[in-house]
């Protein structure tokens, strides 16, 4: 794990609003360690993830925001059983509406023995604070909850129309009794976004008023490293399928029926070799188009080989460079097999083996033509004329938050906050290999609204992973470049 680099102080213009935040630290503390309490594995662990909806009910009736109070609180089950909780105050007329997210629910903590400490106790180590859901995804709902207190702290300046609008460079002056000035806020904390049930997704299409707005920030994403402000403009979609290979009625004698007998789990492993070029790791699926570039911010390899966790002597993919191959081409990975285990394996040709195929693809691509693609790959790969099964699984769609060529004023401004919040003369735009279907049905519901995402993350965070840790620096300042925007978006 990289050591935390320096921080520079934020810039001046932001000092006082800076200080209000600073003096919530000791309360973001408190919170995510009750947070990261609860092991709410949506799914899985039903009392924690009841518990921990409870909880996010609690800290956001108790904002200090005026029109944020219990009544402005709700609670709506969704259609795969998780809980989102939702807040809503009212703009005034002719302010606009900013929708802040992110999610409670966590990823199963694993091998427990893998943890340093416990994942479901918030930790303090080397200046970082370990626990599960830490910087995913609740850490990044403690920076709302920071912000929002920040902006209502007795004396923070508001942000009337004398005080700092993007491009000034003075300090804020004090606003009235409405520290938002009649901004409209909704806030959306979902339940179940770690397991992609799409709850949330089907919650949006028949009920978009609960996520109307004009800016939505989606806190759940993060930094390219520590310390580096950034925005992720682009996710990848995903289109998952099973593959399953039959080839005898059941398993034979390997030495009495070996060498003639068609072997299911060898016919898989030579269908899942052709899907990746074994020279240079390229992505081989017949049509699929694997040409993509990307424009933005470069992703070098020694940061990627540091990121990614490489072994010595172990090369990364040299098919064209790190940032198009994880942000602007398509990818296949394989993510599971079903065979037997070297443990306890017998002496027999097998009869049946499964595979999971995870493909990523990247903006522009339709993720149903990229699986039919691949479903035809496989098929057309299957040697002895063995049987193979294609299940296509859901898919999720690409999402890019600027247009191509284009340029986006709440990304902007977002721009301009995350820079002056962290010390720094620019901001790093960046693409992700993740997905987050939730992106398109927002944008589906409510197309003229502006998405951006952000967050507490950064590769140190070791999210999905064990010992997953945020550094609370990053809370701070994403706290305080939200609470700047809060306070200047028209």
């Known amino acids: 794990m990289s050591a935390p680099s320096p ?54 009736s108790e904002l200090p925001v005026p029109g944020l109070g219990p009544d402005a609180v709700e609670v709506v089950e969704t259609s795969d059983g998780s809980l989102a909780v939702f807040a809503h105050r009212p703009a005034a007329p002719g302010r606009p509406t900013v929708l802040l997210y992110s999610h409670y629910d966590v990823q199963p903590s694993g091998d427990p023995g893998e943890w340093t400490t416990s994942p479901w106790e918030l930790t303090e180590r080397d200046g970082r604070w370990y626990g599960r859901g830490a910087a995913d995804c609740k850490g990044n709902l403690v920076a709302h909850l920071t912000a929002l207190r920040a902006l209502a702290a007795p004396g923070e300046p508001g942000p009337g129309e004398t005080g700092h609008r993007a491009g000034d460079d003075h300090e804020a002056t004090p606003g009235p009794a409405d520290p938002l000035n009649g901004l409209g806020i909704r806030i959306v904390v979902e339940g179940s976004e770690e397991t992609g049930g799409g709850g949330l997704d089907d919650l949006v299409s028949s009920r978009p008023d609960l996520v109307a ?16 402000p950034t925005l992720t403009t682009s996710l990848r979609g995903i289109a998952n399928l099973v593959v399953v290979v039959d080839t005898l009625e059941a398993g034979v004698h390997s030495g009495q029926f070996g060498g003639a007998a068609p072997d299911a789990l060898g016919a898989l492993v030579s269908i899942l070799a052709s899907l990746r070029d074994p020279g240079t790791g390229a992505t081989t699926v017949d049509g699929l188009d694997f040409t993509g570039e990307w424009a933005g911010q470069p992703y070098p390899e020694e940061t990627f080989r540091a990121d990614a966790g ?20 398509p990818a296949v990975t394989v993510l599971g097999i079903d065979c037997p285990p070297v443990e306890g394996a017998i002496a027999a040709v097998q009869p049946r083996a499964r ?59 977002l721009s301009e906050c995350l820079a002056q919040a962290y010390g720094a003369a620019e901001v790093a735009q960046v693409g ?18 502006s998405i951006a995402l952000f967050g507490v993350e950064d590769p140190a965070a070791a999210i999905h992973s064990p010992d997953e840790s945020v550094d609370p620096r990053e809370i701070e300042r994403i706290a305080l470049a939200e609470a700047a925007f809060l306070q200047r978006f028209r």
């Open 7 to 60: 921080f520079p102080a934020p810039h001046p213009v932001l000092a006082p609003l800076a200080e209000a935040v600073a003096a919530q630290l000791d309360r973001a503390r408190s919170d995510l360690a009750d947070l990261v309490s609860l092991p709410s594995v949506h799914g899985a662990e039903p009392e924690a993830c009841a518990r921990a909806c409870e909880l996010v009910r609690t800290l956001l």
């Open 310 to 329: 490489i072994l010595d002597e172990v090369d990364p993919s040299t098919a064209a460079p790190v940032a198009d191959l994880v942000w602007s081409r």
């Open 432 to 449: 992700s290999g993740g997905s987050i279907p939730l992106c398109t049905a927002l944008r589906e519901a409510h197309p003229r609204a």
């Open 213 to 228: 707005a004009d800016a939505i920030l989606i806190a759940d994403s993060g930094n390219v490293s520590v310390g580096v």
């Open 355 to 413: 595979a999971l195929v995870n493909l990523r693809v990247p903006p522009g691509m339709d993720p149903l033509e990229a699986q039919e693609l691949l479903a035809a790959h496989i098929e057309r790969r299957r040697p002895w004329n063995a049987r193979v099964t294609v299940e296509k699984e859901t898919v999720g769609y690409p999402f890019s938050s600027i247009p191509a060529g284009g340029t986006d004023p709440v990304h902007d401004l």
